[in-house]
């Protein structure tokens, strides 16, 4: 009896993409055995989040990194850091500081760009940080043409300012350099949240080789790693301050040798205890899983990735057959170079979310990208979906779609 059936579930098809309420994306193989193999082992987890620094630095130019619970995790970690430094007592003081915090002497305000504010930045709050707006949308809201300018992040920053956030979008503004020269010169660390940027592989190097002190990665999306791993890369001395805020460190002082890769650790006076990043902390199971994969994503010859994506994209289209009321065409995802879309267009969209609907309501449930449902459009996502149900979701899309 498979778990699934112990459990009462039944699975669903999932072409919406590597979502997490609907479990993310698949595992290759390699990724499994690796997670396999280091579930039988146990390892001193200092030694292999230094492993992993130095495979994240190799792939993405940082001077270090650390494997985090996810992308989330890794920016409540990149806000830690930047709040406390290499302070263990404002480390232990977390979500609370105080004034006289030695790192910074009471920096507890990150800058945001009101355009780029979203919900995932609560990560930032939940660390402690109060976010600070600048900026007046109005190409966003409508009546103007402008966003923030790098003056007026450059004006916002001020002795309480512990970081600046900027959010790897296409659209967003200022552009990185930018505002990674008023922060440096004003001595300011730049976090940057990257998560669903990849691909192309290549902005695994982009928003460090931009400025960026801290760039944080969704494991769990197109790097193929465990649903609940990420990836936090940067300056190395935000980078171990955030680890030891995620690292259990009850042990001795005089036990606590920090590897080379963790360097700036050595300057510590005491150790935390579990620090605010313990609620989040990352398993063996998920580094190794998140390297493997990581090593796959970034030595992957995109053309190979795009191609494979665009054949389960083309057997889906041949399993569904001639849809009336429904043209189907494989398109670029606007955001993601290299990731191919097949776009079902109903010109409809009570047409598309009555066909949304019954896709669901289909045994196994399948859930298409419903993200154009209001412009009549439905779309199938390849990434999460494997290519034995290439054939089953093409059948389900013709029994479902017909107008
Ligand atoms: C997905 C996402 C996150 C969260 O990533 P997890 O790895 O699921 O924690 C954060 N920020 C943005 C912009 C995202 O798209």
Known sequence: MSVLEELGLTRVINAYGTNTRLSGGLLDPAVVAAMAEASLITVDMLDLQAAASRVIAQATGAE??????????????????CLAG?????????????GEDRFGGGRREIVAIRSQRNMYDRALRVAGARIVEVGIPDRVSGPGVRDAAAWE????????????????????????PEVAAVAQARGVPVIVDAAAQLPPAANLWRFIAEGA????????????????????????????????QMLDLDLPEAQFV??????????????????????????????????????RFADADPDTRNAAWTARLNAVMTAAGPVPGVAMALLPDGAKPGLPLLV???TDAEAAALAEARLRAHRPAVHLDASRVTRGMLAVNP??????????????IAACCAG
């Open 64 to 81: 270090a990194g650390i494997v985090t619970a996810g992308a989330s995790a890794a920016l409540l970690l990149a806000a830690a850091a």
């Open 86 to 98: 290499l302070d263990a007592a404002a480390m232990n003081r977390l979500p609370e500081l105080r």
């Open 153 to 176: 992040v450059e004006q916002a920053i001020g002795p309480r300012t512990a970081a600046i956030y900027w959010l790897a979008q296409p659209q967003s503004l200022p552009a990185l």
């Open 213 to 244: 002190d801290l760039v944080c990665f969704s494991g769990g999306k197109a790097i193929g790693g465990p649903q609940a791993s990420g990836i936090l890369a940067g300056r190395r001395d935000l980078v171990s301050s955030a680890l030891v």
């Open 258 to 295: 920090p590897p080379p890769e963790f360097a700036p650790l050595a300057t510590l006076r005491g150790l935390p205890h579990h620090g605010i990043g313990r609620s989040c902390k990352v398993g063996k199971e998920e580094v190794v899983g998140l390297l493997v994969a990581l090593r």
């Open 344 to 346: 079902l267009d109903f």
């Open 383 to 396: 990434i999460a979906v494997a290519d034995a149900d290439a054939a089953l979701l093409g059948a389900a």
